[in-house]
């Protein structure tokens, strides 16, 4: 299951799994994706590795800044995914 986390102004949105527990590591995947006139642009990394599994429309530039997006949130996200999400009032 994936999780909502938050909306960028040009409507990427990025979303996370559940702590996902193998070998003794728990891991988060965080997937960004935004609509596009033919689809959707997309892209997933793994926490804690930041290894991207794919990549699909996003420019070099808007990777960087979801690389550097990731290392300022992973501990959020690590949280979030532990508590099943995001809970608000």
């Keep these: 299951m994936m999780y909502p986390y938050i909306t960028l102004a040009d409507e990427t949105e990025i979303t996370h799994s559940q702590l996902i527990e193998a070998d003794g590591n728990q891991t988060v995947e965080v997937h960004f ?34 690389d550097e997006f ?8 690590y949280r979030y995914a532990a508590q099943g999400g995001m809970h608000c009032a």
């Design 33 to 66: 994706e935004r609509p596009t006139e033919t689809g959707f642009d997309s892209a997933r990394c793994v926490l804690p590795t930041y290894q991207w599994k794919f990549v699909e429309g996003f420019s070099p530039d808007e990777m960087a800044f979801f």
């Design 70 to 77: 990731l290392r300022n949130n992973a501990h959020l996200l």
